[in-house]
């Protein structure tokens, strides 16, 4: 019987010091290594790649935020600010562009709701661009699967210059260049689809402006 308690009791404590060791080393040990290496090697990446303006965080190159004016009184949404390049559309969240809420709507191509809602905004869009119906590309109407997209294609950048520029007094030239020095190309150069990150361009709008 004291054997077995002994036992017992000596098996506890090597469990109980493996416990201790592997808690010290995985729980704290790594994880300090892990953020000094990240901090250390890939800081701007490490803190989700925000951008600042003059020192002040105004967003993350990562994810899609919305350009909008002031909520008008009487009004449940805000009308998109014809000074900025706008996002694609987002339905994370009530209001969209909400990282604790990222996702599609779950609507299928041909679900009327949906082709509804892209109807109306590819009115919306061409109305507020003063382009044609026809000249309003896919992502100017779709939201992507996370609501969180960053970029658009360059042909939604472009047709919104004419209209930047005017509410700017800037020259369409000078808008057509800031498009063109933001515009990605494919990764690798044959992956995926140029794109120009919204954020970057309205920096750079900012600057060119004044």
């Not at 950048?157 to 209209?163: F, N, P, S, T």
């Amino acid at each position: 019987m004291n054997n077995s308690v002994r036992n017992t009791a000596r098996l506890t404590w090597a469990a109980l010091r493996a416990l201790l060791v592997l808690t010290v080393v995985t729980g704290v040990i790594y994880p300090l290594a892990v953020w000094a290496v990240a901090q250390t090697a890939f800081h701007n990446q490490a803190n989700g790649d925000q951008v600042k303006v003059n020192g002040k965080v105004v967003g993350s190159v990562l994810l899609g935020q919305d350009f909008n004016l002031p909520l008008q009184k009487g009004r449940t949404t805000p009308d998109p600010d014809p000074k900025w390049f706008q996002p694609r559309p987002s339905v994370a969240g009530t209001n969209g562009y909400d990282p604790t809420a990222s996702g599609a709507s779950n609507l299928g191509p041909t679900n009327p709701a949906l082709v509804k809602t892209i109807e109306q905004r590819r009115a919306q869009v061409a109305a507020f661009n003063g382009v044609s119906p026809s000249a309003v590309p896919v992502d100017a109407v779709t939201a992507s699967g996370s609501g969180l997209d960053p970029d658009i294609s360059p042909q939604y950048a472009q047709i919104q210059v004419d209209r930047v520029a005017k509410a700017r007094h800037l020259p369409v030239a000078e808008v057509e260049k800031l498009v063109q020095e933001q515009t990605h190309g494919r990764e690798l150069g044959i992956l995926g689809n140029p794109t120009v990150n919204v954020l970057e361009l309205n920096i750079s709008l900012q600057k060119l402006a004044g």
